[in-house]
């Protein structure tokens, strides 16, 4: 099959959703069947007619026939290697796609999108997404690893504030997701590429559309964040994403966007402007699926002392953490424990995921002691009995 239309590529990913209903993710590379990601476990399609091990020649005619005739998208191929769209399979879903060159030819993932906008609820979000809601100016940033749910998170959160407040939003976005309807708010969502050309420059517009809530995609550059950061500190709330891995490295990686001369300026300005860094990670659940596990930061004064000051030996964003549940506040660590707690992942799954394992070992025997507690209690009172008889 040298050439592909955009209709017979449709055939292809209907057999893969009937038979995969539950795929997060579609993958094809060359030397491969297409692959369906299903609770984090790659699985080989079988389609008619039997398209085997993708050649190189059909993998470019299925990333031909999404790009089409779009000269940004085969620009930015040519010139960058990788290029972001949205697919939508009529009657089936929607879907972020990125193609990109790899060893000599080009591969597809498809990251299938919610058909509908979750709840907050229905995402099981800490009750701090309920607060980023009544926020009226400042930055939120949501972090995670590619494929934790960082857009469905702000997702949810643009809903909320949308069905909530009479106020006008600005998203900027690559490429748009979820279409948001008007609520009591008016939402304009722009896409990169085809509304603006940099994340920078749609920043720097959208100080002119009058918005009370910007939502940024991804911050990928020093000049994005300084106008993030001009931004959230003139009575606009942003929120934003960053490709971190807990609510520290966060702060250092703002921090290391820019050079060392102007660290000082930009730890009083995030100090200032920080409201709150909510991590997340997807992890295998007991019996199969996915739980998603968040770290949550509020900007404190504690936490605000050590954006200013910096981390030391006996003084860390961990350790503040850990110890402010009052302020909605938590580890990683202390949601791993509590998802074992539930019996929800397995102790070999926390503990792999751990920020600080010796710790969260600590934690789990601890559980562990408690569980044991009452078994041990009885056979020593049953012992203290005996004894008392003799």
């Known amino acids: 099959m040298s050439g592909m239309t955009r209709q017979q590529f449709d055939v292809v990913m209907n057999q893969v959703l009937d038979q995969h209903p539950g795929v997060s ?14 609770d984090g476990e790659l699985r080989s399609v079988a389609t008619t007619p039997d398209l085997g091990r993708l050649s190189p020649l059909l993998t470019k005619a299925m990333a031909l026939a999404l790009i089409g005739e779009n000269a940004r998208l085969q620009k930015a ?34 990251r299938r ?25 400042g930055l939120v940033l949501v972090t995670g690893a ?47 590429g085809i509304d603006f050309d940099t994340f920078a420059s749609g920043l720097r517009a959208a100080f002119r559309q009058g918005p009370k809530v910007i939502l940024v995609g991804e911050i990928r550059d020093p000049e994005t964040m300084e106008i993030v950061l001009q931004a959230a500190g003139t009575g606009h709330l942003v929120l934003s994403t960053l490709h971190t891995t807990d609510a520290g490295a966060t ?40 739980v998603a ?27 503040v953490l850990e110890t402010s549940d009052v302020q909605g506040m938590r580890t990683f660590d202390q949601h791993f424990l509590a998802l074992y707690e539930k019996g929800l992942i397995t102790e070999e799954t926390a503990m792999l995921s751990a920020s600080d394992r010796s710790r969260l070992g600590q934690m789990i025997d601890g559980v562990k002691a408690k569980r044991g507690d009452r078994s041990s209690g009885l056979v020593l009172e049953g012992l203290e009995d005996d004894a008392a008889k003799t």
């Open 77 to 110: 191929l040519a010139a960058k290697g990788s290029c972001d769209l949205s697919y939508a399979l009529p009657g089936r879903g929607r879907f972020r796609v990125n193609i990109f060159s790899q060893r000599g030819s080009l591969a597809l993932v498809l």
């Open 293 to 319: 596990a968040f770290e949550v930061m509020r900007n404190t004064m504690r936490v605000k002392e050590l954006i200013l000051q910096g981390e030391s030996a006996d003084r860390t964003f961990y350790d």
């Open 251 to 290: 702060v250092n990686r703002v921090l290391g966007l820019f050079s060392p001369e102007e660290e000082r300026l930009i730890r009083m300005r995030l100090a200032e402007c920080l409201r709150f860094v909510v991590s997340q990670r997807l992890l295998p659940k007991v019996g199969g699926g996915r």
């Open 25 to 38: 993710d579609v993958i094809l590379t060359t030397g491969k069947a297409i692959q369906a990601d299903v």
């Open 146 to 192: 590619a494929g934790s749910g960082k857009s469905n998170s702000l997702a949810a959160l643009i809903d909320r504030i949308n069905a909530t407040r009479a106020e006008h939003i600005v998203t900027l976005e690559d490429p748009v997701e979820f279409t948001h309807q008007h609520k009591l708010g008016t939402v304009n969502q722009r896409e990169l």
């Open 113 to 137: 999108l919610p058909s509908r906008i979750p709840t907050m609820e229905e995402l099981g979000l800490p009750r701090a997404f309920a607060d980023m809601a009544e926020e009226r100016h």
